[in-house]
């Protein structure tokens, strides 16, 4: 079965556009090392909870809004092998991210139930 990555970004909203390319422009490579598929979704309509909710769990600003992204790999092995080598490369740290990477929360999950995919 395959491998999940998930992740929560708060993006400022005002750079909404420029978010999207980078993750258009991010895709090939992450598809070269074997990745199966990438979803982005830009939050439209995520509610303030009462005890937590995903502003808080990033510190989002009202000037950001809160991204959901997940990305398919077919094993953990092969995730594990990409992301060594993503560190590795010199031009990995040269990348300037259009959001604050210190707040994004993410982590990897092994799948126990699929439907419809």
């Given amino acids: 079965m395959a491998y999940l990555d998930g992740f929560v970004i708060p993006v400022p909203t005002a750079n909404r556009e420029v978010y999207r390319q980078h993750e258009e422009e ?5 598809k070269a090392m074997g990745a199966l598929s990438l979803v982005v979704g830009w939050g439209d309509d995520v509610p303030p909870g009462k005890q937590t909710d995903f502003f808080r769990a990033v510190a989002a600003t009202p000037e950001e809004t809160v991204v959901f992204a997940m990305l398919t790999w077919p094993d953990k092995a092969t995730r594990d092998a990409a992301y060594k080598k993503m560190m590795e490369d010199p031009a990995h740290e040269q990348v300037e991210m ?11 999950f092994t799948p126990i139930f699929s439907a419809g995919v």
């Fill in 98 to 108: 259009p959001f604050d990477g210190r707040r994004m929360i993410y982590g990897g």
């Fill in 26 to 30: 991010f895709w090939p490579q992450f």
